[in-house]
């Protein structure tokens, strides 16, 4: 079982800006596909970005152009710059991976279920 550990949310004003860390444990190929999602309170969970080790990175059309996902292999770390945040984006952020998607075939399609390993989350508040 993969381990990951999510930091670096907090409280910040409509327009402002955080960076989320996820440090994984493993190699990347172990975790070919890594992903950011998100809940808010009273709404499902919904994938925000994508990682693949062979395909690149995806992001979720509402956060296209605000947000940016990076994984940097010296660190084990996979990191989401969020910018320009709206209130909209308050929820619990949650790192995860799919250890079998090594081509990339499914990564981009954020199906919860194909995600094996979780972490406890971080929350992002975005207050006017």
């Known amino acids: 079982q993969i381990q990951l550990a999510e930091s670096g949310g907090g409280s910040v004003q409509t327009g402002g800006s955080l960076r989320l860390s996820c440090t994984a444990s493993g190699d990347t190929q172990s975790r070919p596909c890594m992903a950011w999602f998100r809940q808010a309170p009273g709404k499902e969970r919904e994938g925000v970005a994508t990682?693949?080790?062979?395909?690149?990175?995806t992001l979720a059309a509402p956060v296209k152009g605000r947000f940016t996902i990076r994984l940097d292999n010296d660190e084990n770390t996979l990191y989401l710059q969020m910018n320009s945040l709206k209130l909209e984006d308050t929820a619990m952020y949650y790192c995860?991976?799919?250890?079998?998607?090594?081509?990339?075939?499914?990564?981009?399609?954020?199906?919860?279920?194909?995600?094996?390993?979780w972490g406890q989350g971080t929350q992002v508040t975005v207050v006017a």
């Open positions: 995860a991976v799919d250890p079998d998607d090594f081509f990339g075939a499914t990564c981009h399609e954020l199906n919860e279920g194909a995600f094996t390993s």
């Open positions: 990682w693949h080790l062979l395909r690149g990175t």
